[in-house]
């Protein structure tokens, strides 16, 4: 499968990702969000046009806020007012025609994060030492129950061969969303589901749908405006996972919270007030890592689905519980009714855009 008729590996990380995040996620945040691309600078014209791709975004979540389901007429007609804004995808001049079925089959995925029928939402996240960019979370906008997916909320997974490895990772900088499976090698996490933080008592998991397209799973009941969090695995934070800073290792003194860990900082970092700045990297915790310092996830069982569930720990992974979250209610609450954990509509995907046919690691 040469180029020409599949996206490249190297082209979905470096530049789909990336731009899609520019263009859907930052200029709502109105921060720089996380990059596999340690070069990218927000491209001039999307600078230039937050304002505009702002008002479009909003007008997207009213309209389909009305509509009360995510209604593919209106992602369609919402991708062409950004496509229609000038300079915005010149970056994809060369792609071919699959290619930018991907590029706006992607934008689908990052839209779902500002529709309100979706089920779940991107916010700042300033709880990470680690995070060595702003960072994001992602949080319910409606009731889920146990054994529920969130079907809206997608991962894409790139493979990450280790030619590409080499070239493209700096370890600590970029490497956020990289697991290792046994059967797979490498793996690159893309997509919304990039933006799930790790917790020792995770309420979801992602399970793959496929070898290049994952789901999210509801572990426990979740209430709207919980964070939707996961377990990354048992070294992702180093042994035993002794830099973690989740809730879970707050509340019971492990992890980075454990009686004497000098590791890392206790409290989360002040960032730079500006906005799309990055993090100051003299705030950066040392990494508790592996011997080479590689954040990863070792899983052994044969199948793709199984690389997600070894990721999810088989009896409690605390044996203390963790005190109980206060919740809050929710200005974004919806009926449960109305709630797209219930009843779902795709946005269009492109007949061409197949989900399970592997990505091209040809550059
Ligand atoms: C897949 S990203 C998750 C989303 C992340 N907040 C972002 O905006 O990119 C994984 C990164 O989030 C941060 N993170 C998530 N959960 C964490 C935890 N429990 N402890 C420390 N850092 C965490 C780390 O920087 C990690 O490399």
């Known amino acids: ?19 899609v995040t ?14 596999m691309d340690l070069q990218w600078i927000r491209k001039k014209t999307v600078e230039e046009n937050a304002q505009t791709i702002r008002g479009i975004i909003h007008d997207f979540q009213i309209t389909v806020g009305h509509v009360g389901s995510c209604d593919p007429d209106i992602y369609r007609s919402t991708y062409e007012k950004i496509k229609n804004i000038k300079g915005i995808f010149d970056d994809f001049g060369n792609f071919s025609d699959e290619e930018k ?18 089920g779940y939402t991107i916010r700042e996240c300033l709880r990470y030492s680690s995070d060595t960019y702003r960072g994001g ?7 889920f129950k146990k054994g529920e997916w969130i079907s809206e909320l997608k991962g894409c997974i790139a493979p990450l061969p280790p030619e590409i490895y080499a070239e493209l990772i700096v370890v600590g900088r970029n490497d956020y969303s990289i697991q290792l499976s046994s059967r797979n090698g490498q793996q690159l996490w893309l997509g919304p589901a990039a933006f799930l933080n790790h917790d020792c008592r995770p309420n979801c998991k992602i399970v793959p749908t496929g070898p ?17 969090l996961i377990y990354y ?5 180093g042994e035993d996972n002794i830099a973690c800073e989740c809730r879970t290792c707050e509340s019971i003194g492990a992890g980075a919270f454990s009686n004497g860990n000098t590791a890392v900082r206790r409290s989360p970092v002040k960032f730079n007030s500006g906005n799309f700045s990055l993090r100051m990297t003299g ?7 592996n011997k080479d310092g590689r954040k990863s996830t070792i899983v052994n069982e044969e199948t793709a689905e ?27 609450a919806f009926d449960q009714s109305s709630c797209p954990g219930v009843v779902h509509r795709e946005p269009e995907i492109p007949s061409s855009y197949d989900l399970e046919r592997p990505l091209s690691t040809e550059s």
């Open 306 to 332: 199984a690389d997600a569930n070894e990721n999810i720990p088989k009896s409690e992974p605390i044996d203390e519980p963790p005190k109980r979250r206060k919740r809050r209610r929710s200005s974004l």
């Open 233 to 237: 695995g048992e070294r992702f934070f």
């Open 22 to 35: 520019s263009i859907i996620v930052d200029p709502l945040l109105e921060f720089r969000t996380h990059k």
């Open 1 to 19: 499968m040469g180029p020409s008729n599949s996206i490249s590996g190297r082209v979905l990380i470096l530049n789909l990702d990336d731009a």
């Open 101 to 118: 079925e991907r590029l706006r089959y992607h934008i689908y995925l990052f839209l779902k994060m500002w529709d309100p029928n979706s």
């Open 212 to 228: 290049h397209s994952a789901q999210v799973l509801v572990l426990e009941d979740i209430k709207a405006n919980e964070e939707l």
């Open 137 to 143: 979370a992602l949080y319910a906008t409606c009731d």
């Open 283 to 289: 705030n950066r915790r040392r990494r508790a890592d």
